[in-house]
């Protein structure tokens, strides 16, 4: 089952937001920002295969109340600053999702899982 944000009454009716669809609004704002190569997920163990648990995703989303904190695991290119692709992965992911949504983001936390080495030839 899909966990939701608590919602919006008004005269009409009730809104809710899932985390997938919050989710989903991270790794495309985070996919647009330059230097960002891929979304990944955190490796799984053999043990986790064979359980039941969830598999673990490229972005998690952690909903309380009306606050957001968002965790996204990235590759990216070289000859990138990662702290500099870093800052705007959050402020791309921050602003996404506040404008969209309304739910205000209290973090969002980057992990650079792996650096994507260019496959060209040196120019001799």
Do not use: C, Y
Not at 4 to 19: A, E, F, H, M, P
Not at 29 to 49: C, N, R, Y
Not at 94 to 107: A, D, F, G, H
């Amino acid at each position: 089952m899909n966990e939701t944000n608590g919602g919006r009454t008004d005269s009409v009716g009730t809104l809710r937001i899932s985390k997938e669809v919050l989710a989903a609004i991270a790794a495309t704002a985070a996919s647009e920002v330059a230097g960002v190569h891929s979304l990944t997920a955190p490796p799984v163990h053999f043990k986790g295969v064979l359980s039941r648990r969830k598999f673990p995703k490229s972005v998690s989303v952690n909903l309380q109340d009306d606050t957001a904190e968002i965790e996204l695991r990235l590759v990216i290119g070289t000859d990138v600053k990662i702290p500099v692709v870093a800052e705007k992965v959050q402020r791309a992911v921050k602003e996404s999702i506040q404008s969209m949504t309304n739910i205000t983001v209290s973090r969002v936390h980057v992990v650079i899982d792996g650096i994507v080495f260019s496959t060209e030839a040196p120019a001799v």
